[in-house]
């Protein structure tokens, strides 16, 4: 088996899904450590702002597509270590749950081994990855991870609960929802369970797995401290943003006839696959291996809101501290 190496502060990583909300912040910590990144990215074009983020020359972009054998080799060429956070939400086009996450996965990490130059890779995975599941998407990742593991059995596999922080698609998405509308759907009456979990502490728990070769290979669970219900987050939510919304109830079959028409609009609110999803708590599990192997403590969910939530406030300000 391939052993996992210290890395050098100047060694090579090549990130895919380096543009999207996770990879962005992986991408700020790890250049901020001095490491060399590449991005692979399907429109370079669209990322070149990502350099910012590091000294001249530190940030490079390159164009791969995760679905393409030849783009994802080229992109590894040279590095010494590698992740994917590539991920859907829902299915487009060529863009489909398995070529996407379960064959794209797969490849990135064949392509890695075959490098035989990378020893050290972090694929980010989701909290509810299971081949049993009905929805496509958690099928998708436990397939990945399958892949993953047998291409590479010293990777990290990183499975989040919902992931929130600056920039996020959940609170950001909500917020904007909470300006417009009177009122704010709890499907299935909002009790399904979730961990959410600091995008930072994601960052951190990507960094000490791909540099610290003494971190033990294997599946890590990661969840923020606080358990709450999707009717506690819009709460939450609603509180910090100092807005009054109604919370309307809506059972799982009327959100079954507006997500079968809705996964029909180019970037879907909600989908049927999704409805599946909400149907299970999004929990670290009791025998996972989490924050706490790798010795990190993770941030509470309320001393995160009020650093990014604020523009969505009455008043658009940033409360002062204290
Ligand atoms: N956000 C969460 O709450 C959460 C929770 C659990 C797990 N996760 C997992 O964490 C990972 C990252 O999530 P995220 O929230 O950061 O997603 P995101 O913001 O939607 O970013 C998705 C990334 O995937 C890339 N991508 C999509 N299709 C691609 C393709 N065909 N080839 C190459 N790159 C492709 C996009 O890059 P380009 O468009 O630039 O090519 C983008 O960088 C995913 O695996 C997701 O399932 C996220």
């Excluded at 490849?107 to 599941?133: C, E, L, P, W, Y």
């Amino acid at each position: 088996m391939a052993q996992k190496l210290a890395l050098q502060k100047n060694a090579r990583i090549t990130i895919f899904g380096g543009t999207g909300f996770i990879g962005r912040h992986i991408v700020r910590r790890l250049a901020k450590a001095g490491y060399q990144i590449r991005v692979a990215t399907r429109r370079p074009n669209e990322a070149l702002h990502l350099k910012t983020g590091g000294k001249p020359g530190q940030i490079e972009i390159v164009q791969a597509n995760i679905r393409d054998d030849a783009s994802v080799a080229a992109a590894l060429e040279g590095a010494d270590a590698a992740i994917n956070a590539v991920g859907i939400l829902f299915e487009s086009g060529k863009q489909k749950f398995a070529t996407v996450q379960a064959q794209g996965g797969e490849r990135v990490a064949k392509a890695a081994a075959a490098t035989k130059t990378i020893k050290n890779f972090v694929h980010i995975s989701a909290i509810g990855a299971d081949a049993q599941s009905a929805s496509l998407y958690a099928q998708s990742k436990a397939a990945a991870e399958y892949g993953v593991l047998e291409a590479m059995p010293s990777a990290h596999i990183l499975r989040p609960s919902i992931v929130v922080g600056p920039e996020d698609d959940f609170f950001n998405r909500f917020a904007g929802l909470a300006l417009v509308a009177p009122a704010l759907p709890l499907i299935g009456g909002g009790t399904t369970r979730y961990q959410p979990v600091s995008v930072f502490d994601v960052a951190a728990a990507v960094d000490i797995c791909l540099t610290d070769p003494r971190t033990p290979s294997g599946v890590y669970e990661l969840g923020g401290p606080d358990v709450l219900t999707f009717k506690q987050l819009m709460e939450l939510l609603l509180a910090e943003i100092g807005r009054q919304r109604l919370l309307v109830p809506m059972p799982f079959f009327a959100a079954r006839l507006i997500a079968s028409v809705a996964q029909f609009m180019p970037k879907p609110l909600l989908t049927p696959d999704q409805l599946i999803l909400l149907k299970s708590d999004n929990l670290v599990g009791d025998e996972a291996h989490g924050f706490a192997e790798l010795g990190l403590r993770p941030t509470p969910i309320a001393a995160l809101l009020p650093d990014y939530l604020w523009r969505f406030r009455p008043s658009g300000k940033k409360p002062a501290k204290g």
